[in-house]
């Protein structure tokens, strides 16, 4: 095994792990300090709405990364649909709901560059060669798609499955993203991508005045608390368990009066005991109800229907402002329309821009 395969594999080890957070706290002082170094490039699947989950694992931190200063840069990724299903079930409605969610979050347009893949030939160009710099086994190999493979329950493996790591480096590398914010599971995708810009540089690269074509990105681990599920699983659309950012109060509301809990009428925040009533006094907390502890502190006996009157009255004031925003929004589809044209515009020159370099570095460029 060669020691670039060797540090895919290890992408998710607990030295790797711990060097990676160390490099990440790093990162955060660099930010604060220039952070006109700095591109972000993040993106989420159009399969459904954002959720809470969503929204306090990393949407918040991209708007908190904007605000800093750092160039950022959100990907709606809508290739990235028909990796694990057979259509694209109703896409527009949700990329339209994803653009609505993100500025209703607090992307400003303006600052921050929206876009989608199929609307960037150049960046799904850049596939073609990449795949030329990974092998079949690496990818078996990558833990990734190791475990969304396990998921699919037995259905057969797509090429577009196998490789989408390799199309996630394109989205990042045609940019010149230097960071990454992701969840630890992210990161063997992103060490596929520092590996594809190195081969790459090693066997085009410095044609290119002399300097390499890409840049190596780097994760920016998020420290985000994960938010279970209501049923106190993990929280996805597809187990129907989530309180989508889009709810209405009364929606929330319902949603949370059918919350898992347990009987124990005192309420205490014990995650590893008691990771339902946990989760939802960490939702109150995050919605600004005070610590976990204080908020079960004042719950006290009141048992688990005072514990949810609590949490939804924390959630429905936390998202008032910006469920109202975004059903604004959402009722203005040619502005929607419009923020995704002009960041596709955006989008579509930087991509060209690269793809050039990549002719030259190939010398393709006849
Ligand atoms: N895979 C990510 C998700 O499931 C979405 C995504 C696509 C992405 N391309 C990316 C994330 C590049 C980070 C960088 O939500």
């Not at 577009?160 to 390799?166: A, C, D, N, S």
């Not at 390499?212 to 993990?234: C, I, N, T, Y």
Request: charged share 25%; hydrophobic share 40%; proline share 5%.
């Amino acid at each position: 095994m060669t020691r670039s395969e060797d540090a895919l594999e290890t992408a998710t080890s607990d030295a790797s792990l711990a060097r990676s957070k160390a490099r990440s706290a790093e990162i955060d002082l660099a930010i604060d300090q220039d952070p006109s170094r700095f591109r972000i490039l993040t993106g989420d699947r159009p399969t459904g709405h954002l959720h809470l989950g969503h929204y306090f694992g990393t949407l918040r931190n991209r708007v908190l990364l904007q605000n800093r200063g750092v160039d950022t840069w959100v990907l709606v990724a809508d290739y990235q649909v028909i990796t694990d299903r057979d259509g694209v079930g109703p896409i527009r409605e949700r990329v339209l709901g994803l653009v609505a969610d993100y500025l209703a979050a607090g992307i400003d347009p303006e600052r921050s560059t929206i876009f989608n893949h199929s609307a960037v030939p150049a960046l799904n160009q850049l596939m073609l060669p990449f795949l030329s710099l990974v092998t079949e086994s690496e990818l078996h190999r990558n833990p990734t798609v190791k475990a969304e493979l396990e998921a699919t329950e037995g259905r057969a493996m797509t090429g577009l499955m196998l490789t989408y790591p390799v199309h996630q480096a394109a989205d990042i590398l045609f940019c010149k993203a230097n960071i990454v914010p992701v969840g630890q599971d992210q990161l063997p995708h992103l060490e596929q991508a520092r590996l594809i810009a190195q081969r790459f540089d090693k066997r085009y690269g410095r044609a290119v005045k002399d300097h390499p074509v890409f840049r190596r990105p780097e994760a920016l681990l998020s420290q985000a608390p994960m938010l279970l599920g209501l049923d106190g699983e993990k929280m996805s659309k597809s187990r129907h368990n989530t309180i989508e950012l889009r709810m209405s109060a009364d929606e929330t509301a319902k949603a949370l009066k059918k919350a898992k809990t347990d009987s124990e009428r005192v309420i205490t925040y014990d995650p590893a005991n008691r990771p339902e009533v946990s989760n939802l006094l960490m939702l109150a907390s995050l919605c600004g109800a005070g610590t976990p502890e204080e908020i079960a502190e004042r719950i006290g006996d009141g048992g688990a229907g005072t514990l949810k009157k609590v949490t939804t009255e924390a959630v429905n004031e936390f998202f008032a402002p910006i469920r109202a925003r975004r059903a604004e929004l959402a009722a203005n589809e040619d502005y929607l329309l419009d923020v995704l044209g002009q960041g596709n515009a955006r989008a579509n020159e930087v991509a060209t821009r690269t793809l050039d370099d990549v002719r030259t570095a190939m010398q393709m460029n006849y």
